[in-house]
């Protein structure tokens, strides 16, 4: 493990763009990448303060981070320079990211923060859900159809790029942190208390 990585106190989000090409993000405005599957990682200079919960990542050059004050990271040099995209204007911290394509992309998090942009992050549309809950995993499977998840029991569907959702009727109320989708018929929800869900068949959810 290289000094660099020992220095990050607390890192809360992961991607790989391939098996060699990394980022994790973490507190302090932390940055660290690998090109070997993993085996060593480096610190960026990121020139950011802030805790950062969420990564992704859209070719080996271009990619977005995000985190606490509502705040997305714009890259196009593989984290060399970022540009700050400002998109919540409520400054509710943003837990996760994910990008359909080079243009599309949503964000999700406290306080039932949804966002949405159709212009690769330049400008960010406010959605939100009711009561409060934070939300910490968005998916989307094609411009129209995408889950949330989230505390309290929050598991829920949209049909309209998210203009309205509907819950997805999830068997135990708890805590729901990740979620992984190979497909839309095929999906795992994990949560407080160790609940894993899984979906195999359409329109069900079974624990």
Known sequence: MPRSQRRV?????????DNRRGWAVGT??????TTDEGEFWDKIKTGIDRTLYAVWFLSPTRGYVAGE?????YTDTGGRRWTSQPASSSGEAIRSLFFLDDDHGWAVGDGGLILTTVDRGRTWRELRLGGGNSLRKVW???RLTGW??????????????GQT???DKPPVQTDYLGMFFFSVDD???VGDR????SRREPGTVRQ
């Open 28 to 33: 302090g405005g932390a940055v660290i990448f």
């Open 165 to 167: 959702w509907v819950s």
């Open 194 to 197: 160790g609940v894993v869900l």
């Open 9 to 17: 106190s607390i890192l809360n989000s992961v991607f790989f763009f």
């Open 187 to 189: 999906a795992w929800v």
């Open 140 to 142: 989307f499977s094609d």
């Open 69 to 73: 004050d509502g705040m997305v990271y």
């Open 148 to 161: 949330v998840c989230g505390e309290r029991g929050i598991l829920l569907k949209t049909w309209d790029g």
